[in-house]
């Protein structure tokens, strides 16, 4: 469409009615041009609005003209709204464009020199306080002066989230606050219960900051993922279970006084030919904040690295949403992989975010698509940034759980750095019985979507919970290492109406607890605050359950929960476990190389539980504890561990 029609204008600026703006949006959808200028006006729309915002807070330097007695006439005058209005918005943006740039220029000199008189003090005379605010100075627009000199980097907490400042520049990524497990008292809180899956992306974020150069934000790193990232050498199950359960106990290398259990699930694997017929739609997010190399070009890739994969009877749909969403390709069987990579190439990024216009298209193809018995996924590629239509996240997630009921699964794939929504990625997959991976590289994408492709399409499981119960006889206290964010209450654990984690083909899942066995020096959960006695009864109603507590030799009991794909029921599997005692140094090499992975991450978030733990002893054991290392993971892992102990001495 012409891009001078005032129509235009008024899409951008959500002003026309739902007719209208339906009929643009399809008009836009075919043109990069058009795309491109809609996104600038937008822009320019944001930015005025958040001047104007800055000058109502600053009333005297509002200049106040006796237009009020005007307004009727104005509002009621249809010249000024077919003619004149569009004219002076467009006048209105041509002279802001040319005082933005005009600052934005004169913002830049000044950099140039206080950056120079940071590196020659000597050469430069610094500038007066009012000759630098005099400079810096705008009738409409505040600019914060740069800093003399950066630190390496830094954190800053604010109402939307965690923002990092690295050499000056700020993002606007969210990772979610988050506060790490304590130790609990086993003889109050005998029950750890938590859903299980498992997502990897905290690893790989962890991975891509530590590349660029900088430490992580404390809340990107969680320790599961981090753990999780990595396989472990667990038995099969048997053939009637899709899951063994493994546990082993050892001396705790950050805490010799304390033991580190290590619970491991290893599900059952399905050979690539025995994989179902597969009905996948690729969501793929084409706004304009995806047009970084390392955002759609790179989902791109990644989206034709499965393609390769698929065989002539599994099918694919491209759903692409930006401003409005739309079929790029309908559902198409793999013998047609040219016209499917064709479909592919041809995406180009512009717009704004409707991720839920997106959502709702994408799960009707996958449901009009349905197989039986087959693999019914919906892949959602984007760096979250949903900003038009359905924007929040309780409402997105909620849109998510509705949709889930379908049958069809989802995987999320996250992309891009400065303004990534974690937090909102990750709870998308949790509720929409999915998995999270983040891609920061396409050998990232080749580990995800082709070495552990049957883990990352076949739900072998859906719904897995874990709940252990500590016998107070032998243990103190613990604490779990991670899965802050997939807390249940014990109560939850018997209940099928709860949501829980799903576990994909031939996965391991590893979780790890810290426990002060009884008649340690020390147990953390004795400096917790003591709770008044009860007034009506005791915690334990069982006389007859405490005294076989007090006799058992058992250290603590494993239960797992899980229901079929297509179930509704869920069904029990449960170990006991003895302590016999084992020292970290005797330990498995898999043990040795989940401690060092889960000290790291502690490292980095500068837990309070790190112990004594430190970036040496972390590669100590992870190098005792590389093994085999068939993909080269593990190598990588001492690579990085070795990155960032640079960075901290930095």
């Given at each position: 469409?012409?891009?001078?029609?005032?129509?235009?204008?008024?899409?951008?600026?959500?002003?026309?009615?739902e007719a209208e703006r339906a009929e643009i949006a399809h008009e836009a959808a075919v043109s990069a041009e058009t795309q491109r200028e809609v996104q600038e006006t937008q822009t320019m729309a944001r930015r005025l609005r958040e001047d104007f915002a800055a000058e109502l807070q600053h009333p005297a330097s509002v200049v106040k003209a006796p237009l009020s007695a005007n307004l009727s006439d104005i509002r009621d005058d249809p010249w000024?709204?077919?003619?004149?209005?569009?004219?002076?918005?467009?006048?209105?943006?041509?002279?802001?464009?040319?005082?933005?740039?005009?600052?934005?220029?004169?913002?830049?000199?000044?950099?140039?020199?206080?950056?120079?008189?940071?590196?020659?003090?000597?050469?430069?005379?610094?500038?007066?306080?009012?000759?630098?605010?005099?400079?810096?100075?705008?009738?409409?627009?505040?600019?914060?002066?740069?800093?003399?000199?950066?630190?390496?980097?830094?954190?800053?907490?604010?109402?939307?989230?965690?923002?990092?400042?690295?050499?000056?520049?700020?993002?606007?990524?969210?990772?979610?606050?988050?506060?790490?497990?304590?130790?609990?008292?086993?003889?109050?809180?005998?029950?750890?219960?938590?859903?299980?899956?498992?997502?990897?992306?905290?690893?790989?974020?962890?991975?891509?900051?530590?590349?660029?150069?900088?430490?992580?934000?404390?809340?990107?790193?969680?320790?599961?993922?981090?753990?999780?990232?990595?396989?472990?050498?667990?038995?099969?199950?048997?053939?009637?279970?899709?899951?063994?359960?493994?546990?082993?106990?050892?001396?705790?290398?950050?805490?010799?006084?304390?033991?580190?259990?290590?619970?491991?699930?290893?599900?059952?694997?399905?050979?690539?030919?025995?994989?179902?017929?597969?009905?996948?739609?690729?969501?793929?997010?084409?706004?304009?904040?995806?047009?970084?190399?390392?955002?759609?070009?790179?989902?791109?890739?990644?989206?034709?690295?499965?393609?390769?994969?698929?065989?002539?009877?599994?099918?694919?749909?491209?759903?692409?949403?930006?401003?409005?969403?739309?079929?790029?390709?309908?559902?198409?069987?793999?013998?047609?992989?040219?016209?499917?990579?064709?479909?592919?190439?041809?995406?180009?990024?512009?717009?704004?975010?409707?991720?839920?216009?997106?959502?709702?298209?994408?799960?009707?193809?996958?449901?009009?698509?349905?197989?039986?018995?087959?693999?019914?996924?919906?892949?959602?590629?984007?760096?979250?940034?949903?900003?038009?239509?359905?924007?929040?996240?309780?409402?997105?997630?909620?849109?998510?759980?509705?949709?889930?009921?379908?049958?069809?699964?989802?995987?999320?794939?996250?992309?891009?750095?400065?303004?990534?929504?974690?937090?909102?990625?990750?709870?998308?997959?949790?509720?929409?019985?999915?998995?999270?991976?983040?891609?920061?590289?396409?050998?990232?994408?080749?580990?995800?979507?082709?070495?552990?492709?049957?883990?990352?399409?076949?739900t072998i499981a859906k719904d897995a919970k874990i709940q252990v119960e500590f016998n107070p006889a032998r243990v103190a206290s613990y604490r779990l290492i991670g899965y802050e964010k997939r807390l249940l209450r014990k109560e939850d654990f018997n209940n099928d109406k709860i949501d829980a984690g799903e576990i994909g083909a031939g996965h391991t899942v590893t979780a790890l607890f810290e426990v002060v066995p009884v008649g340690a020096?020390?147990?953390?959960?004795?400096?917790?605050?003591?709770?008044?006695?009860?007034?009506?009864?005791?915690?334990?109603?069982?006389?007859?359950?405490?005294?076989?507590?007090?006799?058992?030799?058992?250290?603590?009991?494993?239960?797992?929960?899980?229901?079929?794909?297509?179930?509704?029921?869920?069904?029990?599997?449960?170990?006991?476990?003895?302590?016999?005692?084992?020292?970290?140094?005797?330990?498995?090499?898999?043990?040795?190389?989940?401690?060092?992975?889960?000290?790291?991450?502690?490292?980095?978030?500068?837990?309070?539980?790190?112990?004594?733990?430190?970036?040496?002893?972390?590669?100590?054991?992870?190098?005792?504890?590389?093994?085999?290392?068939?993909?080269?993971?593990?190598?990588?892992?001492?690579?990085?561990?070795?990155?960032?102990?640079?960075?901290?001495?930095?």
């Amino acid at each position: 469409m012409n891009i001078d029609d005032p129509r235009l204008t008024a899409y951008a600026l959500d002003e026309l009615d739902e007719a209208e703006r339906a009929e643009i949006a399809h008009e836009a959808a075919v043109s990069a041009e058009t795309q491109r200028e809609v996104q600038e006006t937008q822009t320019m729309a944001r930015r005025l609005r958040e001047d104007f915002a800055a000058e109502l807070q600053h009333p005297a330097s509002v200049v106040k003209a006796p237009l009020s007695a005007n307004l009727s006439d104005i509002r009621d005058d249809p010249w000024f709204w077919s003619i004149a209005r569009p004219l002076a918005v467009a006048a209105v943006i041509a002279a802001f464009a040319v005082i933005g740039l005009a600052i934005f220029g004169g913002y830049k000199l000044q950099q140039n020199k206080i950056a120079q008189a940071s590196r020659h003090p000597t050469n430069l005379p610094l500038a007066a306080p009012s000759e630098i605010e005099a400079e810096m100075a705008s009738p409409m627009i505040a600019l914060r002066q740069p800093a003399a000199a950066q630190p390496e980097f830094r954190e800053d907490f604010s109402r939307d989230g965690d923002i990092r400042t690295h050499n000056g520049k700020s993002n606007t990524a969210d990772y979610g606050l988050f506060i790490e497990n304590p130790f609990l008292a086993a003889l109050d809180n005998p029950l750890s219960t938590f859903s299980i899956d498992v997502d990897t992306a905290s690893y790989s974020i962890v991975q891509r900051f530590i590349n660029n150069g900088t430490l992580p934000p404390k809340d990107a790193v969680r320790v599961e993922e981090m753990i999780n990232y990595f396989t472990y050498d667990y038995p099969k199950p048997t053939a009637d279970e899709p899951f063994s359960i493994n546990v082993d106990v050892a001396s705790c290398p950050w805490e010799q006084a304390h033991r580190l259990v290590r619970v491991g699930l290893k599900g059952r694997e399905i050979a690539q030919d025995k994989r179902g017929t597969s009905n996948l739609v690729f969501l793929l997010d084409v706004s304009g904040s995806m047009t970084p190399a390392e955002r759609l070009p790179l989902v791109k890739q990644a989206m034709r690295l499965l393609v390769e994969k698929l065989s002539e009877k599994d099918r694919v749909a491209i759903v692409v949403y930006a401003g409005a969403s739309g079929l790029a390709l309908p559902s198409t069987t793999g013998e047609h992989k040219e016209q499917i990579l064709s479909a592919l190439e041809s995406l180009q990024a512009g717009g704004s975010t409707n991720g839920a216009e997106g959502i709702q298209l994408a799960y009707k193809v996958a449901e009009d698509n349905f197989i039986k018995g087959g693999v019914n996924r919906v892949i959602l590629a984007t760096d979250g940034d949903f900003n038009v239509g359905v924007t929040s996240q309780g409402e997105l997630i909620r849109l998510i759980e509705e949709k889930a009921k379908s049958g069809v699964f989802l995987s999320v794939l996250g992309v891009g750095e400065d303004n990534l929504k974690d937090s909102t990625m990750q709870k998308l997959a949790d509720k929409g019985n999915g998995n999270y991976a983040y891609l920061d590289s396409l050998d990232e994408a080749r580990r995800v979507l082709v070495q552990q492709m049957n883990g990352t399409l076949v739900t072998i499981a859906k719904d897995a919970k874990i709940q252990v119960e500590f016998n107070p006889a032998r243990v103190a206290s613990y604490r779990l290492i991670g899965y802050e964010k997939r807390l249940l209450r014990k109560e939850d654990f018997n209940n099928d109406k709860i949501d829980a984690g799903e576990i994909g083909a031939g996965h391991t899942v590893t979780a790890l607890f810290e426990v002060v066995p009884v008649g340690a020096n020390a147990n953390p959960a004795a400096n917790l605050p003591s709770v008044d006695p009860l007034k009506y009864g005791t915690y334990s109603t069982n006389a007859t359950q405490g005294d076989q507590r007090s006799t058992s030799s058992e250290m603590l009991t494993v239960k797992l929960r899980y229901k079929k794909p297509d179930g509704d029921k869920s069904e029990l599997i449960e170990r006991a476990v003895v302590d016999d005692g084992k020292q970290f140094a005797n330990a498995s090499a898999d043990f040795k190389f989940a401690a060092a992975v889960a000290e790291f991450g502690m490292l980095l978030r500068n837990s309070e539980f790190k112990g004594s733990g430190t970036p040496g002893a972390v590669l100590e054991w992870a190098e005792e504890g590389k093994g085999k290392d068939a993909n080269g993971y593990r190598a990588g892992f001492l690579q990085l561990v070795r990155k960032a102990q640079a960075l901290k001495r930095g």
